[in-house]
């Protein structure tokens, strides 16, 4: 009977999965996928060359583009001696509050800009018209890469924009060389800015100048933009030596494979090879003539050894100091590899030797500001609580040791101004196009934050910010001002009676930088450049209205100096090749400092309820709605299959076989928005030539672009001479929610119903055998022999716990633990007139990790019941059966991080080398499980270890690890890392089956 109720489904099976596939592609297109998760009523306004996508309340920068992308994309093209050819979408994501963008050609070429605002003075503050340079860069990764000839152009239109030799040869390094010097043509961009170009700077000064292989892009390691600020300098120093028509060339020789390799394109195009020409590049490259550590200079000193020139314990540890703050009587700044919080007290400042404290670590941090008093610290945050990565604040309260959630997210920029016995948190909230400053009272009730009651909210004018706000008296503050590429230094008195009225200093200097603001009385102290300088300190005091600036260069640079009036010295950070350190100075001790008689101006600020005519421009646009299948008839078409066949029934022992379904086709698209690697829809169809069966197979990956919520939809049908075969419907289903400062909650599920016949098991197949096609007698040969209809549920739950987070700079530097708890449920029948079960497993187990990251850094891992063992080191000894538990602990004894190509071989690069020693055990329950581990058999088992029944294995073993990743092409990214390793172990407690104690391993393991 139950067979005859299957075959009565099946019939409906193939509509049910292509129904569900359907409905998947219709959510998508009405409810958001991806970065656009969750968005409804997505618009689509047309240029002559880009579909502009946005949701409604990106309608403004929607506007910007409809009037500016069509020229740009003339004047990109126009730099590389060639024509719009080709249209594609620009979707604006304002879901995301970090300002980024990017290109992809994969499964068709799009650009995707993160409609929001700067959050600080950097690499992005580098523009006057921030959204519109941030797509000339993207679209100058679609033109070079689009560089194709008519008979590429041919072959793309068959099967997809990515297929182009160029893109196996086009490393991040060379992409980014173009993008970078074509943002920066125009004199600003990153390639005109000190602070981006503080990198290259500093690796000359330091002797640590890297090889033009080392900045492909595989690197893993901080400086983690090497490849865009060493590629964009040299393609830069190319196009000033070559020109523009040799580097166009360049990429026209790459693109369509006019060469072979990379240095016989670059030679054919420069006349040199590319080791002649990084060395040339290198010897040109003008840095200042200073020491390389600027300990050497008379007036610098280690900021942990008072009165001392030798270079600290905290300064030796690759640690990244940021965010320096400081109130009445603490000094506080951020530690980036830890995500620390760390101050001093300012009155151990006269001590020997300052140790530093942490106060906590914080997931996510960007920035925090301390209240004058000390009481308040306003801490900036990136969250992934939501589709897109979201900035939000907390308040922390430093006596009562409690913190405040601000309701409000999407804002940037925080700071505590104190007036009187009141508090108030000022912060920068963006809106399409424009940014505002946001000003809220602090409610206290009973010595606690309660709440927020908004004060003032105040629009800025597109392109301007104001940044680094910094209290220096009762009630007022200061801040620095951007207004395209022009600074200036705004004054105002949060309880003035002039809500929107301010004063401003500008500049005294040409193309003059501000950065990291600070305040001590009524002198406000900053960072800042100008064209050719390093990062120099500067001070405005505004009693008698004297500005004055630092002459000299320092090695690090000047970058947020703090003054302590207590030593009356100056705290900053410098920013190294492989670290940031803090020092110390005394301002009397700088003497040659430029003096500027500063002019106050007042101005006003337009009320946010106020129109304007940009706002009425904005609205003006028009618009269709979002088709999705518009865009999804575009993709990968590849004549090759990627289809899976499912074994279960009496074949769940098996594991899945593609090289059997090759022959068929496979097409990938997805949504415009999405990153290449989510939010795609792939459908791949393959014949097996062994058993005459032919599959389909329909995916979806569907979810938020954060870790919040990550979903794959699989669902197979498999045909063969006699109709319907099998059905199989798979799903897959990640989250991770943060909460508190450093912890979150996991949880994945897999799903898994699968109904259908089974192929025979054929043992003396080899895998060459399989593809004799022109021998007969395979032919069929697994088909199946019976009309049995075989079944399979699973289910795998997991939920976790965990706080680990990084420590310290190294890899292997983390703390915390891990608690995880599992269900897993398999059930394989045969639904015939006489019913058997294969497997039938149910079981529920808990596990643990933990990480301790001192001396010598180790994981531990604990797993009670688990469905299998690994014996801890990468073995499968089948004597011990199932699991009672299984425990690891390894320890890094050695590690070091060369970050180099492999000389002589570059298209290998070396990440880490390490070495590491542990032990591990398992408890079998040898032979007593009953068709799988089950839960139930749970007495049974513990009865027969203590009987003696079943047995441990341990062993302890020594292990040595090099990973690389691949330095060639699009292949150099440690996305594609390799794990190499070899090891020794000796056994303690072994089975009986070998009397050799010794045994050696060598495996890899890679990440493609």
Known sequence: MQKSVFLKCKKNLKKFFICTLFLAL???????????????????TKTQWFDIIYPPES?????????????????????????????????????????NAFWTIAPYNHIVIYDTSISKIDELATYSETVLSVFRHELTHAVTNNMKGGFWKGVSKIFGDPVTPGMLAVSSGIAEGATLTSE???????LNDEYSKQVVKQAKLEHKFPSYYDVKGASDKYPFGSAYYFNGAFHQWLQDKYGMDSYAKFWFNIVNTKKIFINSCFKDAFGTGIKAAWK?????????????????????????????????HYNKLNKRYSSLTISKDSLFWIEETGSKIQYVNLESFNDEKIKPETLFSFTGITCIKVSEDGRFLAISYSSQNAPGETYCVKIYDLVSKQFYSVPETSLKNPAIIQSDDDYYLIANKYSSPKNSVVISKIIITDEKITGLQEFSRTEQSVNEYTLEYTQFGNGQFACIKKNGLNYSICIKNIKSDEKSEFTEISAPKNRMVISSLSAN???????????????????????????KLSCSDLSGGIYEPVAIQKTSEITYTGHFYSENRLFRTQESEISDFETFEIQYEKKAIASVEQESGENTAFSDLEFVKYNPFNYMKRGIFAPVSIYQTEYFGCNSAYSSDTATYLLGATYVTS???????????????????????????????????????TSTIDLKNEFNDKG???????????????????????????????????????????????????????????SSDDDVIYSCI??????????????GASRFEKIGIGAYLSFDFRKDNALSSSPVTYTDSFNIYPSFKAYTPWFIPTKYTLSILPIGSNYGYDTDPAAAGHSIFDFKTESVLFSVEPQKALPFISALFINDIYISAGYSGTLGAANMSKLGFQLPYLADYLKGTFNGEACYLDAVYLKATVEFSPNIGLLANPSFKTNLFGMISYSLHKTKVSNIPIAVHVGMKSTF
């Open 184 to 190: 920066s043509a125009n004199g600003e961009g990153r």
């Open 59 to 99: 309608q403004g920068t929607a506007s910007i583009f409809y009037g500016n992308a069509d020229t740009i994309y003339d004047q990109v093209t126009a730099q590389y001696n060639t024509v719009p050819w080709f249209r594609m979408p620009i979707v604006i994501v304002p879901t995301v509050d970090s300002m």
């Open 280 to 312: 040339q590049f290198y010897n040109e490259y003008e840095v200042p003539e200073i020491y390389s550590d600027p300990l050497s200079e008379s007036n610098v000193y280690d900021f942990f050894i008072p009165d001392s020139q030798k270079k600290s």
């Open 794 to 807: 699973s289910e795998l739950l997991t939920i976790g716990y965990a706080n680990i987070h990084k420590s």
């Open 26 to 44: 219709v959510n998508s297109a009405f409810a958001g996928t991806g970065a656009l998760f969750g968005k409804k009523n997505l618009r689509v």
């Open 521 to 547: 009385g009524q002198k406000l102290y900053f960072s800042w450049t100008e064209p050719g300088s390093m990062p120099r300190l500067g001070i405005l005091n505004l009693k008698n209205q004297i500005m």
């Open 671 to 709: 949504n415009p928005w999405s990153d290449g690697d989510n939010d795609l829809f792939i459908i791949t169809g393959g014949w097996n030539y062994l058993n005459n069966s032919f599959g389909i197979d329909l995916q979806a990956k569907i979810g938020a672009e954060t870790r919040l919520l």
């Open 724 to 782: 319907w075969k099998f059905s199989a419907g798979k799903l897959n289903i990640q989250s991770t929610v943060s909460f508190g400062r450093i912890s979150y909650l996991t949880l994945t599920n897999e799903t898994a119903i699968m109904i259908g016949h089974q192929d025979k098991r054929i043992y003396n197949l080899s895998l060459l055998d399989e593809f004799r096609f022109w021998n007969s007698e395979y032919f069929k040969c697994c």
